[in-house]
């Protein structure tokens, strides 16, 4: 990410704010703006300017995203602080080639159902008139590309192919993340509302995406309508998590309450293990909905209270011959500490695979790994697999290297991978208590990697 630059465009916006309340009320802006306190001596203005100086590059991008929220600029410099921001994204490119095939595919199809909603997508992503944002704003009569839409998209629709307004809009150069967005809302309910119209758009759109290995997906609902997110054909799985089981060292009993709603019971010893039973969309599963998830199970109504027992829980089902494992865990929270209810939630002993049969008793055909060390459910669908190997991994019980067991371990990966689970390994004597610096390390270029802010 280039702090530099980022920096530069937010400096003025954020001294302009200077008029937008008096001396007294100065901090309670910063503070809102994620900004450090201000200091009580100078204008407001060297007040302001003096604490944004003081602002560390890690913590920009989360002073940027509220400004943008609660002071959103104009177009062009919105959307150049934007683009800074995605730039770590793990979006998967659309080469222009490809874009330009999607635009084709829909020059005879309607581009919206919702002409409101549609010029909404357009204003939050586009630069319609550069020097009228505010004109606009105001109900004034639109002008520029604003009012070339209105002519040739709206009015007279047979002017402008697809084709012509994508290129209008700058689509084909855009940023992958950017463009993404647009073919998201280009799918919503809010621009098609209707199902069959949405999902007709995502057939239209999802060949020639897919020649560039990414697609439309539907990957949660709302209000009764499927959502659809672009995400990758290889980096991705291709279902929503139904049974999220874990925080159980031990082989949970099992049984099927119902099976035509998949309905699970534990059948003793329910305290031993977690089963977190709500949907989890594309965002993935965050510390904040476990929280929220356990305070409502729990009865937990002080949230102070709930995070820690939640904690001591997940802590709890570790196994105690494995302190390089309670290494690991414990460095993820003190390394991220105040950032970590945003963050992917880290789930310790989760379970994968689950047969009541022994593996002994299946034979060749035992199911491998049945529980995974930690589980990080990552937006799109991303799912990541974190184990620490100890001797027991590639040594029998008298400490000698064994063969077997390796191999066993190394088809076990080559199966998680092949399902769509990205696997990462720590070898147990490299989890030392001197070491949590690269624990955390780690995780920062894991989350930079699949474009997940940790500020």
């Known amino acids: 990410m280039d702090y530099a630059q980022l920096r530069k465009l937010l400096a003025p916006l954020v001294t302009a704010l200077k008029d937008a309340g008096t001396h007294t009320e100065l901090p309670t802006l910063c503070e809102k703006l994620g900004l450090p306190a201000p200091t009580a001596d100078g204008s407001k203005r060297e007040r302001i300017a003096s604490s944004f100086e003081a602002v560390a590059d890690m913590n920009l991008p989360g002073v940027a995203r509220k400004l943008l929220l609660h002071h959103p600029p104009n177009a062009t410099t919105r959307n150049q602080i934007q683009d800074i921001l995605w730039s770590d994204s793990a979006c998967s490119p659309i080469p222009k080639r490809y874009r330009r095939e999607v635009a084709r595919r829909l020059n005879?199809?309607?581009?919206?159902?919702?002409?409101?909603?549609?010029?909404?997508?357009?204003?939050?992503?586009?630069?319609?008139?550069?020097?009228?944002?505010?004109?606009?704003?105001?109900?004034?009569?639109?002008?520029?590309?604003?009012?070339?839409?209105?002519?040739?998209?709206?009015?007279?629709?047979?002017?402008?192919?697809?084709?012509?307004?994508?290129?209008?809009?700058?689509a084909y150069d855009a940023s992958d993340q950017r463009f993404a967005l647009f073919l998201e809302?280009?799918?919503?309910?809010?621009?098609?509302?209707?199902?069959?119209?949405?999902?007709?758009?995502?057939?239209c759109v999802n060949e020639p995406l897919r020649s560039c290995g990414v697609e439309l997906r539907e990957t949660s609902s709302e209000g009764g309508y499927p959502v659809f997110s672009l995400v990758s054909l290889h980096a991705a799985t291709k279902g929503r998590p139904k049974n999220l089981i874990f925080a159980s060292p031990d082989k949970p009993d099992?049984?099927?309450?119902?099976?035509?709603?998949?309905?699970?019971?534990?059948?003793?010893n329910a305290d031993k293990v977690l089963v977190y039973?709500?949907?989890?969309?594309?965002?993935?599963?965050?510390?904040?909905?476990?929280?929220?998830?356990?305070s409502d199970t729990e009865q937990i109504a002080d949230a102070t209270l709930a995070k820690r027992s939640l904690y001591a829980r997940l802590k709890a089902s570790l196994p105690r011959n494995s302190p390089p494992q309670t290494l690991l865990f414990d460095a993820f929270f003190e390394g991220f500490r105040s950032a970590v209810p945003n963050l992917p939630a880290l789930l310790p002993e989760v379970w994968l695979h689950w047969d009541p049969r022994a593996v002994k008793e299946r034979g060749p055909d035992a199911l491998l790994r049945f529980r995974m060390d930690f589980l990080l459910l990552l937006p799109q669908g991303v799912r990541v697999v974190i184990e620490v190997d100890g001797k027991h991994h590639y040594a029998d019980a008298t400490g000698t290297a064994d063969v077997q067991r390796y191999a066993q371990m190394?088809?076990?990966?080559?199966?998680?991978?092949?399902?769509?689970?990205?696997?990462?390994?720590?070898?147990?004597?490299?989890?030392?208590?001197?070491?949590?610096?690269?624990?955390?390390?780690?995780?920062?270029?894991?989350?930079?990697?699949?474009?997940?802010p940790t500020s």
Do not use: C
């Open 108 to 170: 005879s199809e309607d581009l919206y159902g919702d002409a409101r909603r549609f010029d909404d997508l357009l204003e939050r992503l586009w630069i319609l008139d550069a020097n009228d944002w505010m004109h606009h704003l105001l109900g004034g009569t639109p002008t520029g590309l604003r009012a070339e839409i209105h002519q040739h998209v709206h009015r007279h629709p047979e002017d402008w192919p697809a084709e012509t307004l994508f290129d209008q809009l700058g």
């Open 410 to 452: 190394a088809r076990a990966d080559r199966e998680l991978k092949l399902a769509g689970y990205d696997v990462f390994r720590f070898g147990a004597a490299e989890l030392q208590p001197t070491t949590k610096a690269d624990v955390k390390a780690f995780f920062e270029a894991l989350f930079k990697r699949y474009g997940v």
């Open 254 to 268: 099992l049984r099927f309450r119902d099976a035509l709603d998949n309905h699970i019971e534990i059948v003793t």
């Open 185 to 203: 809302g280009l799918a919503s309910a809010d621009v098609r509302p209707d199902e069959a119209a949405q999902r007709h758009f995502v057939a």
């Open 277 to 294: 039973d709500r949907p989890i969309g594309n965002d993935g599963l965050r510390w904040n909905d476990l929280q929220q998830w356990w």
